[in-house]
């Protein structure tokens, strides 16, 4: 069965200090793994798409780390603000066929 | 630019009345989307567009229908609301499909409540 699962479900952290979130994947045929940040209420907003043949990418604070022979990836948040506080999904495209998504990671920073 | 928009932001229905979810892009996207976020779920795509006056099933279709009638639009209808169609309905675009790398591109949502 095709599914992305997070952990953890939820996490707290302090203004500052950095954090890793966790995605294992069983997605086949695999094309690329996404990162999407969705603020409460809003719409996701991408983060960053990474293909198989890619081990790390960056986008500011966050970076993010694929494994596809593991099927894992990481999202690590350096220096977190408070403007952090969302939720966190991870995607999997099963190529030409569909994204299949996560339940999501919610942090919340607090000062 | 504005990107994605969706409208109503906010909807409540009686169970067996109908409605319909406007969504407009202005990125000049062929690929369209209609999701649903649930609680506790990841999002579920229920149907899909990949260019104007084209429209396709996805996981959970069943008691929406949606038209493609400009390439910029694309619209999702509720026949005949059931409280478990209560949920957040996200609209998205994208340059290209499932296969590539492009980026969908999310609108702010409507949350529907039936009941």
């Keep these: 069965?095709?599914?992305v699962e997070q952990s953890p479900q939820s996490l707290i952290i302090l203004e500052g200090k950095n954090c890793t979130l966790q995605c294992n994947y069983t997605v086949s045929p695999f094309s690329n793994l996404r990162w999407y940040k969705q603020d409460t209420g809003r719409g996701p907003v991408s983060l960053t798409i990474m293909t198989f043949s890619e081990n790390t990418k960056s986008n500011g604070r966050y970076t993010a780390t694929l494994d596809?022979?593991?099927k894992q990836s990481s999202l690590h948040i350096t220096a977190s603000q408070l403007s952090d506080s969302a939720s966190y999904i991870c995607v999997a495209n099963q190529a030409?066929?569909?994204l299949i998504f996560g339940k999501?990671?919610?942090l919340s920073v607090s000062s | 630019n504005?990107?994605?928009t969706q409208t109503p932001k906010f909807r409540v229905l009686k169970t067996g009345q109908s409605m319909t979810l406007l969504c407009a892009q202005d990125m000049n996207h062929e690929y369209m989307y209609w999701y649903r976020q649930d609680p506790g779920m990841g999002l579920r795509l229920i149907?899909?567009?990949v260019g104007e006056g084209t429209t396709a099933k996805g996981e959970v279709p069943?008691?929406?229908?949606?038209?493609?009638?400009k390439k910029q639009n694309f619209l999702l209808g509720l026949e005949s609301a059931a409280p478990s169609q209560t949920s957040v309905y996200f609209c998205a675009s994208s340059y290209s499909d499932y296969g590539s790398s492009y980026e969908q591109y999310f609108g702010p949502g409507?949350?529907?409540t039936v009941t």
């Design chain 1, 104 to 106: 999501g990671t919610t």
């Design chain 2, 2 to 4: 504005a990107g994605v």
């Design chain 1, 96 to 98: 030409g066929t569909a």
């Design chain 2, 47 to 49: 149907h899909y567009s």
């Design chain 1, 1 to 3: 069965k095709n599914q």
């Design chain 2, 110 to 112: 409507t949350r529907l």
């Design chain 2, 62 to 69: 069943d008691g929406y229908n949606v038209s493609r009638l």
């Design chain 1, 68 to 70: 596809a022979d593991t």
